[in-house]
């Protein structure tokens, strides 16, 4: 849930992918201060105390020589243009195939990931069916004046509706989205505002609390919690009904479950994500659905990719050889935690289904590889959407036979 215009940190710029990356960004930053007239080449002030305060305070309060803020923002910005590249190639696709995009929150979505759709649906002129799940239970969980305006927009709808097959006249209800993308662009400020200075519309998840962190009050007058401050801004995009849908579906309880199956092979695609989407991935992963783990945008993907590529392209053996090989680029309690249980568990699911997890399980490297490059990746997968984990003692029964034949 860490901002799509904020996805580096520290460790992800450190890995030998982004050193030509860094390298532009220097370039770029040092011709923007000649430009400027301040007359810098070469070695030049690395940002003022300031600048450094306020962007250690976004990254997981990083040391004084983690690098320059200026190039670490333009450095955010190249991974945000890729991504929303790369959904955009993703929705096109959608469109032309007649596969329909689920923005499921009933069931614990990630916010990063829809922000990048509502971008991407704003470059594109493709309409494929964005459909949105979500719960009242879930809505009734935040507190703020948001919120409160969509459970009645929706109480609306509800009075207006008529039962599906009756006779009676249909009444339309015109409903418009309570925010614009425009105002979650900035990862700092929601409408204009700084984040850090707004109370927080519901109480926070276990695990985007900091020992560290930033002091968020609760409401008006709630708990005051230590946070992550790389996770205030999704609580405060979450409080909406997702805005850029084309077909809404609403249950009551966040317990209740629209069976999705029933419309078709489901598959996914996973970028960034933090201590919550570590289960949401693992649990994914257990199934054998279609994945497509997008490469360098950190965060428990670029863990989880490392290790697929360690296992299932590389077929290396040693756990020792993988753990180091593995990029784990998060100080998150998720981070601590990942290693030789997700490598053993990796191994076994590969043994057990090795052709899902060639075919199924891909990763595409949004630095290097072009948006058809990733559109062919993500069909290809998708392909399979089929495609299961065979039962337990069948993993190579068609083998056996054949080499019984």
């Not at 983690?66 to 993703?90: C, M, Y």
């Not at 199934?287 to 950190?298: E, K, S």
Request: proline share 5%; hydrophobic share 40%.
């Amino acid at each position: 849930t860490a901002h799509p215009g904020m996805l580096s940190n520290p460790m992800l710029r450190n890995l030998p992918k982004f050193k030509a990356w860094l390298e532009h960004a220097r370039v770029q930053h040092e011709l923007l201060d000649l430009r400027s007239g301040h007359g810098y080449a070469g070695a030049r002030p690395k940002g003022s105390d300031r600048d450094r305060r306020q962007r250690n305070e976004w990254e997981n309060h990083a040391p004084a020589e983690a690098g320059d803020p200026a190039e670490a923002a333009i450095l955010d910005r190249v991974v945000f243009e890729k991504l929303v590249g790369v959904i955009t190639a993703v929705l096109d696709a959608a469109e032309r195939t007649n596969n329909y995009i689920i923005i499921d929150r009933s069931a614990g979505s990630s916010h990063t990931a829809e922000l990048l759709v509502e971008f991407a649906l704003r470059q594109t002129e493709a309409k494929p069916i964005v459909m949105v799940i979500d719960s009242r239970e879930r809505l009734l969980s935040y507190t703020g004046e948001a919120s409160t305006r969509q459970l009645e927009q929706l109480a609306e709808i509800e009075a207006r509706s008529i039962p599906l097959g009756s006779d009676d006249v249909r009444r339309r209800v015109e409903v418009s989205p309570l925010y614009s993308p425009d105002d979650f662009r900035d990862p700092e400020r929601f409408g204009g505002r700084k984040i850090l200075g707004l109370p927080l519309p519901k109480e926070p998840e276990p695990q985007h609390l900091m020992k560290n962190g930033v002091d968020v009050q609760v409401g008006d007058c709630g708990p005051v919690w230590a946070m992550n401050p790389r996770r205030l801004w999704c609580y405060h995009y979450g409080q909406h009904l997702f805005g850029s849908g084309t077909h809404y579906i609403l249950v009551e309880e966040s317990q209740q479950r629209f069976p999705l199956e029933t419309l078709g092979p489901v598959g996914g695609i996973f970028a960034h994500g933090g201590n919550i989407a570590y289960n949401r991935m693992q649990s994914w992963l257990q199934l054998g659905r279609p994945t497509v783990m997008l490469f360098n945008t950190g965060g428990v993907t670029q863990a989880f990719a490392s290790l697929h590529d360690a296992v299932v392209r590389r077929h290396e053996q040693d756990v020792n050889g993988i753990l180091r090989g593995l990029q784990i680029v998060s100080a998150e309690a998720w981070a601590t935690n990942f290693g030789v249980a997700d490598i053993v568990r990796m191994k076994e699911l590969y043994k057990r289904a090795p052709s899902v997890f060639r075919k199924a399980v891909v990763s595409v490297d949004v630095l290097s590889d072009s948006a058809e490059d990733v559109v062919q990746v993500v069909s290809g997968c998708f392909a399979n959407g089929a495609s299961q984990l065979p039962e337990l003692g069948l993993r190579s029964a068609e083998n056996d036979v054949v080499l019984s034949a």
